[in-house]
């Protein structure tokens, strides 16, 4: 039996154009600084591709990032440290696609990939451009002490930057493993240390990653002008990320204790990213009580 022939203007392949999506104010740096200021909470979650991009954002998710864990989700690398910068701004300028194809609002943050900003300030605005060509709105690096000169030197050239402090994925082998950071009086001072100059070097945000909820908590006040997006870090922080596929339960080795699967009463993947988002702005997750450190 032959096929029946295209409609003319659909080829096969091609999808149905978009549902035009309820009115929703762009998400921005001022937009962000008004949530905090009304005490709403900061929505993130990781993206690789167009589809769950698209997804993401329908589902009301402010930020969506493009996190260097794809090595990890999309290519079962063992950790981080092999994602490549044309690997990140493949996958970014894809997320792009897929936000812009709805009409999408959120925030765009990519990751700078490991080798591709410690080699000094300038190697780190040659890999934030590419980033910010392909589709991000703001670049994420890892570290502090020796990142902060690299932060100011992007933040004087209209880079946004996010900061990442506690469990730094890119030197996990440095770190010991998968352990959290700033416990103890030393490591506290340190972090704190790192975080206040990173916010003054112009950070308009930073990831704490399993860092006690107390340090996380008080940092979050002692940074009126950064952000901090907890993940494992308790909930007084200003809003939580958590990678895509995790809160789906869909993990290749074993599940963070700090995660929760919002998938097995949701129905649907969008269903389950609108339970994360209502659950972190109504304040039922992350649970202190069972993520603490």
Request: with cysteine; proline share 6%.
């Amino acid at each position: 039996m032959n096929a029946p022939a295209p409609t003319p203007g659909t080829p096969y392949g091609t999808l149905p154009t978009a549902a035009p999506l309820p009115q929703r104010r762009p998400v921005s740096l001022p937009r962000m600084a008004q949530m905090r200021e009304a005490g709403e909470k900061i929505t993130m979650l990781t993206a690789y591709d167009a589809t769950f991009a698209a997804v993401a954002d329908a589902a009301g998710v402010e930020c969506i990032l493009v996190g260097d864990s794809l090595g990890m989700v999309c290519q079962g690398l063992a950790s981080t440290v092999g994602v490549t910068l044309e690997t990140m701004c493949y996958h970014m300028a894809s997320v792009s696609r897929g936000v812009r194809r709805v009409q999408g609002t959120a925030w765009l943050i990519g990751d700078l990939p490991f080798g591709s900003y410690g080699e000094s300030p300038q190697q780190a605005l040659h890999s934030a451009t590419r980033l910010m060509q392909a589709g991000a709105h703001m670049v994420k690096l890892e570290g502090g002490g020796w990142t902060a000169p690299t932060v100011r030197y992007l933040v004087e050239r209209g880079i946004p930057v996010c900061a990442h402090l506690g469990l730094t994925p890119q030197t996990v082998h440095a770190l010991g493993g998968y352990r959290v950071q700033g416990r103890g009086d030393e490591a506290a001072a340190t972090l704190r240390s790192h975080a206040l100059e990173l916010q003054d070097a112009g950070a308009e945000m930073i990831v704490l990653e399993m860092v006690p909820a107390q340090l996380a908590a008080s940092l979050t006040e002692e940074l009126p002008r950064c952000h901090t997006i907890g993940i494992g870090a308790g909930k007084g922080t200003a809003g939580q990320v958590l990678v895509l596929h995790d809160m789906l339960g869909m993990n290749l080795g074993k599940m963070p204790r700090f995660v929760r699967n919002f998938m097995p009463d949701a129905g649907s993947i969008k269903g389950a990213i609108e339970a994360y988002v209502q659950a972190v702005k109504g304040g039922s997750f992350p649970d202190d009580a069972v993520h603490a450190w």
